[in-house]
C-alpha cells in the first residue's frame, strides 16, 4: 500500500452499525470503501447497486478481495474473536465493534494475534468521539478546570423492546446492556477521569421475565487517580434521558418518547426484517445537535461541566459559558479519520485494543459484582492519553 493510495477497507456486516459508517468512509479522503459481506443476498445487493461495492458471503471470501488493506469487524459479538483472528492472520488492519469480545482471554488472544501480524487493531465506534465528550477531555487534560472530582453519566431508554436477535438478549453473547451500552458509558468516564478503574461496584437488573436479559445497570466506578463516577442506564425506560437533555437524542435529533412496555413479540424471521428496515435509517450521517447519549456531567476542583446542544456547558464562579462545537463531523468520521492515521502511522490510536480490553474488563466486572455483592478490583486497565489531538 503505497503513502499516496488511499486504504481499501471493507465492512463485515451491514447492520445498523456497519451501514453507520458508510457516509464516513465515503467521506474521508484517505479511505476507499471497496467491499462488504454479509450473509444476505438481498443486503449485498443493495450495496452493490447503491455503492457499487463488491459483495461477498462470508468473511472469508471478503478477506480475498483484491488490494484489501482494512477491514470493519462489524458482526456479532461472540464472532469478533475469530473474525479478528482471520483478519490479523491476513494482515488486514482491523477496527472492530464494541464490546470486543465478552471473555478476557479471547480479548487478550486478538490483541495478541494483531500484535504479532504487525497491524492496527481498534475498537469501537463508542460514544467517547462525541465531540462534546473529546471537548471535556481535553478541558480536563488541559488544567484549567482543575482535577476530575467526579463524572456521572445517565441514560434511559427502550434498548429491551427494540426488535432483538436471541444473542443479544444473551449476557453470555455479548447482549444486555452492560455489554452493548455500557461499553459506551465505561468508554466515555475511562477517558474522563483517567482511564484506570481500580475497582467496581454495580447492581444490574433483569426485570422483565417477557424479556429475560440484563436490561438496566448501576455501576460505581473508582479510578487509582482519584475520582470516581457512575453509570447508570435502563432500557426499560418510561422517561427517555431526552427529557434531561433538551429533548435530543442519542444521535443529536430531537427524540420522543420510547417504545411501549412489553411490545408484541415476532418471530425471528420478523425480528430479522424489523432489524434491517431499522438499520437502514437507525444512526443518522448528520444532525443539527451535538449527539446525547444521555446526560454526562463531571465535577472538577474548578468548576462543572456538562452537554450543550451544541456543545459544552461551563460552570464556573458563579457563571455559565458555553463553548459551540462544530456539528459537520460525526463520530464515527472521528473514528474513521483515528483509524486511518494509527494505519499510516501519523498518530497512535486511542482506542486499541488495550484500551478496549480495559472496557470489556470494567463491563464484565459490573456484571461479577452484580451477582456476587462484592467489589471486583481490576488489572488490565491503562492510562487514558494526557490529551487528544483531533
Known amino acids: 500500500m503505497s503513502a499516496r493510495e488511499p486504504v481499501r477497507i471493507g465492512i463485515a456486516g451491514m447492520g445498523a452499525a456497519g451501514r453507520a459508517f458508510i457516509a464516513a468512509l465515503q467521506s474521508h479522503p484517505g479511505m476507499h470503501w471497496v467491499a462488504v459481506a454479509d450473509p444476505s443476498t438481498e443486503v449485498l445487493a443493495e450495496m452493490a447497486a447503491e455503492h457499487g461495492v463488491a459483495g461477498y458471503a462470508s468473511l472469508e471470501e471478503l478477506l480475498r478481495h483484491p488490494g484489501l488493506d482494512a477491514l470493519y469487524i462489524a458482526t456479532p459479538t461472540d464472532l469478533h474473536p475469530a473474525h479478528v483472528a482471520l483478519a490479523a492472520e491476513a494482515g488486514k488492519h482491523v477496527l472492530v465493534e464494541k464490546p470486543m469480545s465478552v471473555r478476557i482471554d479471547q480479548a487478550r ?197 456538562r452537554q450543550s446542544p451544541q456543545g459544552l456547558y461551563i460552570y464556573a464562579e458563579g457563571q455559565r459559558r458555553e463553548i459551540v462545537l462544530r456539528n459537520d463531523l460525526s463520530p464515527r468520521d472521528l473514528a474513521v479519520a483515528e483509524f486511518h492515521d494509527a494505519i499510516r502511522g501519523i498518530a497512535p490510536p486511542l482506542h486499541d485494543g488495550r484500551w478496549g480490553l480495559a472496557n470489556l474488563e470494567t463491563c464484565a466486572a459490573a456484571l461479577e459484582s452484580s451477582a456476587t455483592r462484592r467489589e471486583i478490583f481490576l488489572k488490565h486497565q491503562i492510562a487514558a492519553p494526557a490529551g487528544i489531538a483531533r
Not at 444521535?251 to 420478523?270: D, I, K
Not at 435509517?281 to 447519549?293: E, L, R, T, V
Open 109 to 305: 488472544a486478538m490483541i495478541a494475534a494483531a500484535d504479532a501480524a504487525r497491524v492496527v487493531l481498534m475498537v469501537g465506534h463508542s460514544h467517547s468521539y462525541d465531540l462534546p465528550i473529546r471537548e471535556m477531555r481535553k478541558l480536563i487534560a488541559g488544567g484549567e478546570m482543575g482535577n476530575v472530582l467526579m463524572a456521572n453519566t445517565w441514560c434511559f431508554t427502550d434498548w429491551v423492546y427494540r426488535p432483538r436477535r436471541p444473542e443479544e438478549l444473551d449476557d453470555a453473547q455479548g447482549g444486555g446492556v452492560t455489554y452493548r451500552q455500557g461499553a459506551h458509558q465505561v468508554d466515555v468516564l475511562r477517558l474522563l477521569c483517567g482511564g484506570r478503574v481500580r475497582s467496581v461496584r454495580a447492581r444490574a437488573f433483569d426485570a422483565d421475565p417477557a424479556r429475560p436479559v440484563t436490561g438496566a445497570h448501576a455501576i460505581y466506578l473508582d479510578f487509582e487517580d482519584g475520582p470516581v463516577a457512575t453509570a447508570i442506564y435502563n432500557g426499560y425506560a418510561g422517561m427517555p434521558s431526552a427529557e434531561l437533555c433538551f429533548g435530543i437524542g442519542e444521535w443529536g435529533h430531537p427524540a420522543g418518547m420510547p417504545a411501549r412496555r412489553n411490545a408484541p413479540q415476532v418471530s425471528p424471521e420478523g425480528v430479522l426484517r424489523a432489524k434491517r428496515e431499522r438499520a437502514r435509517g437507525a444512526i443518522p450521517a448528520a444532525a443539527p445537535n451535538q449527539p446525547f447519549f444521555g446526560l454526562t456531567v463531571v465535577h472538577c476542583e474548578r468548576g462543572d461541566i
